[in-house]
Nanobody, 118 residues
């Protein structure tokens, strides 16, 4: 069983910054691609950013230049540095990972709430 646990969400004023973390834990697994998704009230879950095991990244247009995704493969950690936050960034942010145990699995964290006040 592989688990993802997010942390770092909270309330911040517009223009502020937050750093989200995601820890992957379990036994005998390998993490491949990892990503952050978000879901705002009344909206569908959307991709924020993804990063491959080799460090290749891709961002949603709405966060390009403001958010930075990174990972520490040795620690099985994923991060999202969020700067210049806007009220429209308010959402529950979810960590996602492709992991290989006995087979390929897609795993989701429980989510962490980010609220940006105007």
């Amino acid at each position: 069983q592989v688990q993802l646990v997010e942390s770092g969400g909270g309330l911040v004023q517009a223009g502020g910054s937050l750093r989200l973390s995601c820890a992957a834990s379990g036994s005998s697994f390998r993490v491949t691609i990892m990503g952050w998704y978000r879901q705002a009230p009344g909206k569908q879950r959307e991709l924020v950013a993804v990063i491959t095991s080799g460090g290749g990244t891709n961002y949603a247009d709405s966060v390009q230049g403001r958010f930075t995704i990174s990972r520490d493969n040795a620690k099985n950690m994923l991060y999202l540095e969020m700067n210049s936050l806007k009220p429209e960034d308010t959402a529950v942010y979810y960590c996602n990972a492709g992991v290989i145990v006995s087979r390929y699995l897609e795993v989701w964290g429980q989510g962490t709430l980010v609220t940006v006040s105007s």
